[in-house]
């Protein structure tokens, strides 16, 4: 395993290989924006760690490998700070490209084609991006001619209908994508680095890495405490905040009001006692199918839910990089039940010395 940092002006051109750092982290975290903090010593030129500069982390996982671009990530904080032994030291903390989505809101009215569409979610995704901050925006708010793109349609998520002016972009596709989840199809979604100098909005069906799952994946894997490679899981079933009946409200007043529900009625027929009912307010719908994907909407958020949490060994047979990556489909066995779990999160620490630490993350979140 080892490194190379490199700092690049916002235009992505390399100023200084980063070969003195006192130690340094990254994430990567699926649907999320990554960030890093890489520390410097005193000696450092604290005046090149300007806003929006960039940090491309390359990585090896083992000496007969080449460095592949980890990630990339935009400055947006630094400080400097001298300590009680009166040694000075920089920290410089960035963000990955996820960021990029949450600098626009929809910039568009109520009922306009670009704040209200009928589409696949992947690639409502996608026209949501193009228009807010791609080809497709004013010139103002166009990253084109950054080097920033948008893969192309490939309408493989569930089709449906949503409205959504002035929401900010990042958080609307979290929301589609919980969405799309509820409509049985799994779409994630990512800003991610093609080359040092590009950037293009991308989405996956399923997930965004391999799928390892047991036994019919690719290269199948399994984590558990037998094989040493799980730590400190945790399983859990809670019920307290559940909804499963949900009245959405749309446009209209008194008993004019458009109404839709959404139910579950698994769920309700668990006891005698489990209809829970609950109100979205969607007054900003303009139409009863997007009333209806709002109730949906809170009929995912409301359910039960059974979570698993586990930290995921990096160790000589559970090598990140080789066995497993960011964003796989992995196969996760404890307690006697087996759960399929995505990688979501990836923590990487690096010491003073260049020992690395690898704290992989399964976060499973289903019906319980």
């Known amino acids: 395993m080892s490194y190379e940092l490199w700092l690049t002006n916002d235009e992505g051109n390399r100023l200084d290989l980063l070969d003195e750092t006192i130690r340094f982290t990254w994430s990567k975290i699926l649907n999320r924006i990554g960030r890093c903090e890489v520390v410097l010593s005193g000696k450092y030129d604290f005046s090149l760690l300007k806003r929006d500069y960039k940090i491309e982390v390359w990585r090896s996982p083992s000496p007969d490998t080449s460095k592949k671009l980890e990630n990339v990530y935009f400055i947006r904080r630094r400080i400097g700070e001298t300590l009680l032994d009166g040694q000075t030291q920089y920290s410089v903390h960035g963000l990955d490209a996820n960021d990029l989505l949450n600098r626009r809101i929809v910039a568009y009215s109520a009922g306009s084609n670009e704040a209200a569409k009928t589409d696949y979610v992947d690639d409502m995704m996608k026209a949501v991006v193009r228009e807010n901050l791609g080809a497709l925006a004013a010139a103002a708010r166009d990253y084109t001619d950054n080097g920033f793109s948008v893969q192309v349609d490939v309408s493989l998520g569930p089709s449906i209908t949503k409205a959504f002016s002035r929401r900010n972009v990042f958080d609307l596709l979290q929301v589609l994508s919980d969405i799309a989840r509820e409509n049985g199809t799994e779409v994630y979604f990512a800003v991610v680095p093609t080359t040092v100098n590009t950037f293009e909005f991308q989405t996956f069906i399923g997930q965004p890495g391999v799928d390892r799952r047991y036994p019919n994946g690719d290269s199948p894997y399994v984590f558990s405490l037998a094989r040493g ?45 489990n209809r829970r009912e609950a109100f979205r307010d969607a007054r900003n719908e303009d139409t009863g199918a997007g009333t209806l994907a709002e109730a949906e909407a809170m009929l995912t958020s409301s359910r039960a839910k059974r979570r698993f949490y586990s930290t995921l060994s990096n160790g000589e047979n559970s090598r990140y990089g080789l066995d497993w990556n960011w964003g796989d489909r992995v196969t996760v066995e404890y307690l006697g039940e087996r759960l399929d779990a995505i990688i979501r999160v990836v923590n990487v620490n690096v010491d003073s010395d260049g020992l690395e630490t690898v704290e992989g993350r399964v976060e499973v979140e289903q019906p319980a």
């Open 229 to 273: 490679n799980l730590s400190m899981p945790m399983l859990e079933d809670d019920y307290e905040d559940e909804a499963n009946y949900i009245y959405a409200g749309g446009q209209g007043q008194g008993d004019a009001r458009e109404i839709q529900t959404a139910q579950d009625n698994d769920s309700i027929n668990q006891s005698i006692w």
